[in-house]
């Protein structure tokens, strides 16, 4: 099956807002095996909502639209997509009553506009909106299909994988499944070489995608309804640990969230142990990435941001002498500052963060993207030199990344 | 002018990356005045380039490409936009010796894939790329123009604003001129009503945008190339402050990035002035939202995450009846907090922030969004109560807004 995306939303041409329901949309559909041939956005014009509909399924199988489903006048994706079919708008009145019943529970009026958003074109199947109050639809007519979903990105995650996903599934009458392997501590270059034979089979596929230092293998499998997937991707995910080792940190399935902080996390609360943070370049990013995890509080109890050396001297216990000596960007402040960042806590692990993160700061011995991570545990204190490039905000997120990988690999080498 | 954005690139289509380039051309051109009716974004293929931007140039005066200037094979969008006008691909010199000057300085051998990246239509005005290999151009024929620029936002944004920008401006006689007024306390909704009839104006014209709690409102005035814009926009500025107050917290030109965080940093260097931060449901992105700012060492020492309640006890001695009585959600404890940590640190001042930010964790009488800023400075120490909604990372990022807006407040009153 081909298919297209058409966005509608004068904010999108306005550049208010990124288009990242065609990004998600994009992502799920090739995870589901469906061939994405174009995106189109155009704004709040039933013309040209009509024109770029006619386009695209002139082109392609289906078309799924994005926005255009709010109760002002200008929203009219609906509209155009039954008059393009020719199919007249009939009133859903189990739609009418939720839309109703929504608006009563927000206490607010129902008027003559919401009404318009329980109409659809005759025959349509009605997805209902359980995060917002436009219902989406998919209309089928002469091998053709247009599914209308809300602009919204919440409610246009849920509707999809609630209901159009299994709609997709159901029709192409095969499965796909998906596992995603995140890998830390070997570049993509790197990785796709090491990888490189795998990538051209055909089932299982495997596809990479980068981000923040990271690299994420998607494993997918294509299977008749029903059956099991994991005969397939077993092997390739066995295969794929074996090239690179330890620098997998997880696998996960579609719609988890994955990250080395949530890793490290998990990792920490099933050993039954904690972890406290001194951080300097970094200035909080650490602690706050560990933090963004539900349930943190087992597992981090306090943390502590030294961005000068007399707090490094008297919250973490930092000897004059070493900052003299080595300066603060130096492994042996690093080490001191984990030591003292765990003695003080009483936590099991200590990381700290030491380095220049830029812009200015800088010198020929200690260039912006020195960096000294700092690591206490149970079995001692060790540092490690970090080069780095990027600019401000980027050296900052690459030393939380790498510090909570040295973190993760030495802990489960104990 | 009419123009349209055509987006290449084969990663788009596929999910790997949201097409942040559409958004910020879109935003930008609306600032400039150049009319926008359509994103198309379609893969790497030849033909599918070369049709796609067959439709935009029969639709509109002019199309802006982004992406597929790469050394590779499939790399194609300049001899496409070549083709399509008739025109043969022809070598420059200049760009040739700045390809291989830059391959060079980075240690890497000149392929021939890499000498496709110095051949451009023949007459084209070519734009040189100063963050990246691939540079672009810009081809005019029969009152139609084509702008190839390269995907990777930095060299993309860098030749838009250096190169393209002043084309556009040059070729529409006239000069469009904004400035932003970053607005906080106020909301969406609320600043629209306020702002009712100047929504109407034709030169200047106010437009909104919003994000993470704030607003922005964009006056834009059109004069013609040589004029002083200000005489429009200055009397726009003065009526919105007049209306809306203390809550506008900055204004700003096109480029200049601007945050409550760095408004605070700033306000706080000018008067000399130090924070301090000690966090419990934000989890350290106070401060690390203060320490995003280059310079933020001369203002921000320290700061503390206090997750348990032992570690507010020890490390900012909040007294074990106040937790007993009122537990660590409470208007007290904030206090507390703020107090100890300004004491400790010897900071001008000092931000405290408790709350639930869920998603468990949540009771009756505490419910998730439930936030506690206290706020500790030379003029004695405060706290407010806060009542946020959305998720945890939402409820976090708001409860920091606030407490940076907080402070701005009490310090600027002072």
């Known amino acids: 099956m081909i298919a297209e995306i058409l966005s509608v939303g004068t904010e999108l041409l306005m550049g208010q807002i990124a288009n990242t329901d065609a990004q998600y949309i994009s992502r799920r559909l090739s995870e589901l095996g469906v061939t994405l041939y174009r995106h189109t956005t155009v704004g709040d014009n039933p013309a040209r909502v009509k024109q770029a509909l006619c386009e695209a399924l002139s ?30 708008m009939e009133l859903d009145e189990k739609s009418l009553e939720a839309v109703r019943a929504r608006m009563c529970r927000l206490g607010r009026e129902m008027t003559k506009n919401n009404n318009k958003q329980a109409y659809f ?43 159009l996903a299994p709609w997709l ?17 070997v570049g993509e270059s790197k990785t796709e070489t090491v990888l490189l034979d795998l990538f051209h089979g055909d089932n299982p596929t495997l596809a990479l ?74 200035g909080g990013m650490l602690i706050s990435h560990l933090i963004d995890c539900p349930g943190a509080s087992a597992a981090v109890h306090e943390g502590h941001v030294t961005y000068s ?29 984990a030591e003292g960042a765990r003695r003080a806590s009483g936590s ?19 260039p912006v993207g020195l960096v000294y991570v700092g690591i206490a545990g149970p079995d001692g204190v060790r540092a490690e030199r970090l080069m780095l490039r990027g600019d401000r905000d980027w050296i900052r997120t690459l030393t939380c990344q790498n510090a909570l990988d040295l973190l993760r690999l030495r802990a489960t080498a104990r």
Request: hydrophobic share 40%.
């Open 309 to 337: 050396n007399e707090a490094k001297m008297r919250v973490l216990g930092v000897r004059a002498e070493t900052l003299e000596k080595h300066g603060a960007v130096s492994a042996e402040c690093a080490l001191e500052m």
């Open 121 to 163: 074109p005759r025959g349509a199947v009605i997805m209902p909106n359980e995060c917002g109050t436009a219902p989406g639809c998919i209309v089928e007519r002469d091998g053709k299909a247009v599914a209308v979903l809300p602009g919204p990105p919440r409610e246009m995650k849920d509707m999809f994988e609630r209901q």
């Open 348 to 366: 099991d692990w200590a990381i700290a963060t030491t380095g220049v993160a830029g812009p200015d700061g800088g010198t020929p011995e200690k």
């Open 169 to 185: 599934r159901k029709r192409s009458g095969e499965h796909i499944e998906s596992r995603f392997l995140r890998i830390f501590g």
């Open 209 to 282: 995608y980068c981000g923040a230092g990271e690299v994420t293998a998607r494993i997918s499998a294509r299977v008749p309804l029903g059956a099991d997937a994991n005969a397939l991707i077993d092997p390739m995910e066995a295969e794929i640990r074996r090239r690179l080792g330890n620098a997998v940190y997880a696998a996960y399935g579609p719609g988890e969230e994955v990250s080395l902080a949530s890793t490290v996390l998990k990792m920490l609360m099933a050993r039954g142990e904690t972890v406290t943070t001194a951080e300097s370049c970094t």
């Open 59 to 88: 082109r392609s199988d289906m078309v799924i639209t994005t926005g255009g489903l709010g109760p002002t006048e200008d929203d009219l994706t609906k509209e155009m997509v039954g008059e393009f079919f020719g199919l007249p």
